[in-house]
Structures are given as structure tokens and as C-alpha cells.
């Protein structure tokens, strides 16, 4: 329901856009369907990091069993393997910060400039580009203003849109 109506409301300020100025829809449109990509790239980094920490969540919940367990506790004792396994839960956590760190990064490259540089300087570009023929005397300040409001309008129903469309 949600999409749908996302679509729709969508569509039909695009094709708005689109009797106003194509430059500025085609812009639009470009940055929607490059958002996709990111998100569905976002998407497979999330999935092969929850792949890797997995394993490592398993690590540590079975060093935890053991450590709380009351069964084991005997055994801890009588056989001083206690160091051994606190060796090996401070290896799972340098495990799992290298993890961390390693797809912060990418999510930082990926969602940080790429997404958030790109929209932006689309939208704020067009911003630019519609000024500029306000002072030309191309648009109105009416039809400026008005435009304005729909470029807004637009950016935010296609950001909904392409997070639906990704997360469907």
C-alpha cells in the first residue's frame, strides 16, 4: 500500500517536473536509480558482515556458556583453562573490531560520500540551476518558488520510494 502510493505520488509529481524542466527531472531520476545501487550494494556489505559476525557471536556465546554455567565451573577450576579461554575471547573481540572497522569503512565510503555527497550536490545543483534562470528572467519567482517546493517534494517521495523499492 505504502509503495504504491509512494509510486504514485512519484509519478505524478515527476511528470510535473517534467513540464517545468527536463534537465531537472532527468537529474532527479539519475540520482534515484543511483541510490538504488548504493542501497542494494549497502544491502550485500550487510549481509556479508552479519555472515562474519555470526561466527564470531558464536565464539563468544559459547565462552560465555561456559564462563556462567554452573556444569562448567568445576571443570574451570580443576584444569586452569580459564586463561585459555579468556585468551581466546580477547582474540574474538580484536576478531570482531577488525570487523567493525573493516565495514565501517566501507558503509562510511559507501553511505558517507558516495549517497550522501551525490544527492546532495544533485540536489542542491539544481537549487543552483533554477536560481540561476530565475535571474536570467527564464522562471517567475512564483514558478521559481513553486518549483522549489516540488523539487523538495519530489526529493523526499523519491528517497521514500527508493527505500521501499530496496527494502521490497
Not at 538504488?36 to 561466527?55: A, D, P, T, W
Request: charged share 20%; net charge positive; glycine share 8%.
Amino acid at each position: 500500500c505504502g509503495l504504491i502510493r509512494s509510486i504514485v505520488a512519484g509519478g505524478t509529481l515527476f511528470t510535473l517536473m517534467l513540464s517545468i524542466d527536463v534537465w531537472i527531472s532527468i537529474a532527479l531520476l539519475a540520482v534515484s536509480a543511483l541510490t538504488v545501487v548504493i542501497r542494494q550494494i549497502g544491502n550485500k556489505l550487510g549481509f556479508e558482515q552479519g555472515k562474519e559476525r555470526k561466527k564470531l557471536w558464536r565464539v563468544r556465546s559459547y565462552i560465555n556458556r561456559v564462563y556462567h554455567l554452573p556444569d562448567y565451573a568445576k571443570e574451570i577450576r580443576l584444569s586452569n583453562v580459564s586463561d585459555l579461554l579468556m585468551d581466546k575471547l580477547d582474540e574474538n573481540t580484536e576478531a570482531m573490531e577488525k570487523n567493525a572497522k573493516k565495514y565501517g569503512i566501507k558503509y562510511f565510503i559507501l553511505y558517507g560520500l558516495c549517497q550522501t555527497i551525490l544527492s546532495n550536490l544533485v540536489y542542491y545543483g539544481v537549487l543552483f540551476y533554477m536560481f540561476v534562470k530565475l535571474l536570467n528572467g527564464d522562471v517567475l519567482v512564483g514558478a521559481f518558488a513553486a518549483s522549489v517546493g516540488m523539487i523538495w517534494r519530489v526529493r523526499w517521495l523519491l528517497g521514500d520510494l527508493v527505500q521501499r523499492i530496496t527494502e521490497f
